[in-house]
């Protein structure tokens, strides 16, 4: 079992910044890949970024590349969204998620374990 709690969303005007993190317990954090993905009200999950087990390997969904680093610390079993230049249409709850190997993948249906989800409210 893998338990993931994220925190740091929040309101913030276009082209602010927001950090979030995703504080996982469980089994042994290194051994996974992690993603994020968010979901806005009436659309479908999507995928934003992923990472592989040792944060060496990243993964973008075009419409956050160059906007969205995505990084992991295994000592403090932390998962990282930097998420800079933001516009209104990031708002949505963003979910990190756990993939029970240790390369990255950008399909929901690849990840076991979900958090809560934590609200980014972009402003115009």
């Known amino acids: 079992q893998v338990q993931l709690v994220e925190s740091g969303g929040g309101l913030v005007q276009a082209g602010g910044s927001l950090r979030l993190s995703c504080a996982a317990s469980g089994r042994t954090f290194g051994h996974y890949a992690m993603g994020w993905f968010r979901q806005a009200p009436g659309k479908e999950r999507e995928f934003v970024a992923a990472?592989?087990?040792?944060?060496?390997?990243?993964s973008y969904a075009d419409s956050v590349k160059g906007r969205f680093t995505i990084s992991r610390d295994n000592a403090k079993n932390t998962l990282y969204l930097q998420m800079n230049s933001l516009k209104p249409e990031d708002t949505a709850v963003y979910y990190c998620?756990?993939?029970?190997?240790?390369?990255?993948?950008?399909?929901?249906?690849?990840?076991?374990?979900w958090g809560q989800g934590t609200q980014v409210t972009v402003s115009s």
């Open positions: 998620a756990a993939k029970l190997t240790t390369g990255w993948a950008t399909g929901a249906y690849d990840y076991t374990y």
């Open positions: 990472i592989n087990w040792s944060g060496g390997s990243t």
